[in-house]
């Protein structure tokens, strides 16, 4: 049997229509790829469709800003839902079927269902936000078992949500491999997102002090430092000395179990989060150490 070749992007709202066309092509034999995005896509969500692309037969990207992730005083109603131009991008990034689906078809009334993964969900971005990690947890879960792809790629900018997702996916034996894939930079250093949009010229100069606290934190280890209560402090230092920059953390933590650490390890990273304005911006460094 020859597999189908899609030609242009299908658009389904429905868990029907996305299981029906997935069915199609793994009968074919041909793998699935997934990308979950909440839309307002940038040059980082396209990079992530590539990668699917480039690794996978058939393509497949949700967008769905989801309510259960919010806080009530957070941005769901004025996250930016630029439709037309989320799906030019994808299919000029290459994927085959975008899932758009409503609020009503991801949680039906009455939904009562929901993923926590303990220990991981309520530290850093987690303490700051509370029930976002099991808003995140639960929407992914149900994407996961709604496309069963063989691959799912997330960026490597939400570092805490990626790992919570291999976690997850790991101990609920969801058949979905995740791949992580590195943070887009705009030229100035300024990790890509969807949130930059909120940012005023003045507030999205203070936020470069995220990615330069990285580079200091980077050359301190690189330079032997093994003080990471040191690190952090000159981190928390450089965030705290900006104008417009209201630091929320900035720490140096285990790179799978974001347990605090001491002293250097062979594999950490470094996670911040600051305010600027009314917006929230998290950025991070892995740092593997021989
Ligand atoms: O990273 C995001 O855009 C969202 O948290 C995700 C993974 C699509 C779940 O809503």
Redesign the pocket.
């Known amino acids: 049997m020859t597999a189908p070749q899609p030609t242009t992007l299908l658009v389904a709202e429905t868990v029907a229509d996305v299981r029906a066309a997935v069915t199609v092509m793994r009968r074919a034999g041909r793998s699935v790829g997934f990308v979950?995005?909440?839309g307002a896509l940038h040059a980082g969500?396209v990079s992530l469709i590539e990668q699917a692309r480039a690794e996978c037969d058939f393509v497949v990207v949700?967008i769905?800003?989801?309510p259960t992730?919010f806080g009530p005083n957070e941005d769901f109603n004025r996250y930016p839902r630029p439709r037309e131009r989320d799906l030019e991008l994808c299919a000029n990034a290459g994927a085959d079927l975008v899932f758009y689906p409503t609020v009503d078809t991801m949680y039906p009334p009455g939904h009562r269902t929901f993923v926590e993964v303990s220990g991981l969900s309520d530290v850093l971005e987690g303490q700051i936000r509370p029930g976002h990690f099991r808003?995140?947890a639960t929407?992914?879960t149900k994407?996961f078992l709604i496309v069963l792809a063989d691959k799912a790629f997330?960026?490597q900018k939400?570092y805490q949500?990626q790992m919570l997702?291999r976690v997850m996916t790991r101990e609920l034996n969801l058949p979905t491999e995740i791949v992580t894939c590195p943070t887009l930079r705009d030229p100035d250093g300024l990790a890509m997102s969807?949130r930059n949009a909120y940012l005023s010229a003045t507030e999205r100069q203070a936020g470069l002090c995220l990615s330069q606290a990285l580079r200091l934190a980077e050359r301190s280890f690189a330079s032997g430092e093994c003080d990471v209560k040191q690190v952090e402090a000159a981190m928390r230092g450089m965030i705290e000395a900006t104008p417009g920059a209201v630091l929320d953390y900035a720490v140096v933590v285990h790179s799978e179990t974001l347990c605090p650490l001491a002293t250097a390890e062979p594999e950490m990273v470094a996670l911040i989060a600051a305010r600027f304005g009314t917006t929230r911006l998290i950025d991070n460094a892995v740092f593997i150490r021989k």
């Open positions: 979950p995005t909440m969500h949700s769905f800003v989801n992730q808003g995140v929407v992914v994407l997330f960026g939400d949500q997702i969807s």
